[in-house]
């Protein structure tokens, strides 16, 4: 097992500029989330990929948007950034169903 | 709607037990238990379908009451590993996506 990676680590941006931040899947999910958590809160659900196709969206703004490519990697992408974007950007990778997440140890995120 | 953790935190010495509850006011299909410790990645602690079964491994197990739509986390003889914050992240059914409690928590003294 690779586990999940993400990358940056750690990451500023003016307010109004546009973010990529990736994610490599556990080895043999095909299912890939992102996940936002603000300091002190639970994750929060942005949207899920399974086999390159968006299956589900939490109430994110459309300025968020991903990829899954075949090998299972992800991005989460961002535009026109704002001051409230500023979290833990956590990507989860998982089988479709009944299995448990793994999730990668974040992007921090800081919009200045 | 975001599951109800309680308690929010928990002080405990070394070999006490604990018990986390997480509520729902929706019906779940299934409920996961997840452990963060400060900066690092949530970790997989386990996840209970609806049908009211119990699981649990070493020292940490899980209950789920499909009925009330709630789940209990339950430490026994916690050491200082155990310290963090849990999560109880709750599954719709046709939904693969969680939504998280805002945690609880816990904090093992010697």
């Known amino acids: 097992e690779t586990g999940v990676t993400q990358s940056p680590t750690h990451l500023i941006k003016t307010r109004g500029q546009q973010v990529t931040l990736r994610c490599s899947s556990q080895?043999?999910?095909?299912?890939v989330s992102w996940y936002q958590q603000a300091l002190g809160q639970g994750p929060q659900f942005i949207f899920q990929?399974?086999?390159?196709?968006?299956?589900g969206r939490g109430n994110f703004p459309p300025r968020f948007s991903g990829l899954q490519f075949p090998n299972y990697s992800s991005e989460l992408n961002v535009n026109a950034l704002e001051l409230d974007d500023s979290a833990l950007y956590l990507c989860?990778?998982?089988?479709?169903?009944?299995?448990?997440?793994?999730f990668g140890s974040g992007t921090r995120l800081t919009v200045v | 709607q975001q599951p109800v953790q309680s308690p929010q935190a928990v002080i405990l010495r070394e070999g006490e037990d604990a018990v986390i509850n997480c509520s729902s006011s929706?019906?779940?299909?299934?409920v996961h238990w997840y452990r963060q410790k400060h900066g690092e990645a949530p970790v997989f602690l386990m996840i209970?379908?609806?049908?009211?079964e119990q699981k649990g491994h070493d020292k940490i197990s899980a209950s789920f009451n499909e009925k009330k739509q709630q789940s209990s986390l339950y430490l026994t003889a916690s050491q200082l590993s155990y310290s963090g914050t849990y999560f109880c992240?709750?599954?719709?059914?046709?939904?693969?996506?969680?939504?998280f409690g805002s945690g609880t928590r816990l904090q093992v003294q010697p």
């Open positions: 989860a990778s998982s089988l479709p169903s009944g299995d448990g997440y793994t």
């Open positions: 080895s043999g999910h095909n299912t």
């Open positions: 990929y399974y086999r390159e196709e968006e299956n």
């Open positions: 929706k019906a779940l299909y299934s």
């Open positions: 209970l379908l609806k049908g009211g």
């Open positions: 992240g709750t599954e719709n059914q046709g939904r693969r996506a969680l939504t």
